[in-house]
Nanobody, 115 residues
Framework: QVQLVESGGGLVQPGGSLRLSCAAS????????MGWYRQVPQKQREFVAQ???????NYADTVKGRFTIYRDGARNAVYLQMNSLTPEDTAVYFC?????????WGQGTQVTVSS
């Protein structure tokens, strides 16, 4: 059974940085996409960034130039470096790993950007 565990969330001031981590335990197919999504209360979960097993990345327009996604294939882990944070980045951030025939989500980690 695959389990995703996120960490690294917390409270940060506007303009600050945080790094989120997501570690996957269990058997993950090598060909997969690892990504980050976020959700605020009463809104739909939205895409933030993703990276394929081949290293191709894709970002939401709202985070381009500020967030960087990268992965460690040996550890089945994915990271999200978030810089120049604004209050609009406040949300619960979820890790996702998906591919042909599978789709796994983490439990989420809270990120709050506030002075």
């Amino acid at each position: 059974q695959v389990q995703l565990v996120e960490s690294g969330g917390g409270l940060v001031q506007p303009g600050g940085s945080l790094r989120l981590s997501c570690a996957a335990s269990g058997s993950i197919f090598r060909s997969n996409v690892m990504g980050w999504y976020r959700q605020v209360p009463q809104k739909q979960r939205e895409f933030v960034a993703q990276i394929t097993s081949g290293g191709s990345t894709n970002y939401a327009d709202t985070v381009k130039g500020r967030f960087t996604i990268y992965r460690d294939g040996a550890r089945n882990a994915v990271y999200l470096q978030m810089n120049s944070l604004t209050p609009e980045d406040t949300a619960v951030y979820f890790c996702r790993v998906n591919g042909v025939g599978f789709d796994h989500w983490g439990q989420g980690t809270q990120v709050t950007v506030s002075s």
